[in-house]
């Protein structure tokens, strides 16, 4: 509907604020809902990495994401472990892993793989102190 004088024209456009676009903007905000509900577990999600030579029993556990499966728990004997690994790329995007080579199992990440904290040194010397404590080679790869 348009309205006009001799010193006034109006002209009603019709707007945006139509049904669909209001379900649209229902389903994205639901979606990104589930998004922050994934980002925020994955921050609060934290475990323990507990080595007893005592007990010569390694003890992994991580809380994972929210599921069936949330919980990650991973025992093996010490004498299993076969080395410690360091992975440090530089470049654009930096990492900085540690592994453990355990025998039969393949490598277990102990830092979290976009853990950018970490400098070189810091790396260096937590996987140093650790393979003296386990009594294991260190590599770097």
């Not at 076969?82 to 470049?91: F, L, M, T």
């Not at 853990?115 to 010397?125: G, L």
Request: glycine content about 10%; charged content about 25%; some cysteine.
């Amino acid at each position: 509907m348009n309205w006009r004088s001799e010193h006034v024209w109006v002209e009603l456009l019709k707007g945006s604020r139509k049904r669909g676009n209001f379900f649209w903007a229902s389903i994205l905000f639901l979606g990104s809902l589930g998004f922050l509900s994934v980002g925020a577990s994955s921050y609060l999600g934290s475990g323990y990495e507990r080595f007893d030579r005592k007990e010569g029993i390694v003890r992994i556990f991580r809380w994972g994401f929210p599921g069936i499966k949330c919980r990650v728990f991973l025992q093996f004997l010490m004498r299993d472990i076969q080395s410690i690994r360091i992975q440090v790329k530089e470049g654009l995007y930096p990492r900085r892993i540690l592994y453990m080579e355990i025998r039969g199992q393949g490598v277990i990440p102990l830092t979290r793989t976009d853990e950018k904290f970490f400098t070189p040194r810091e790396i260096e010397q937590k996987a140093a102190k650790l393979a003296y404590f386990l009594h294991v080679p260190l590599e770097v790869f």
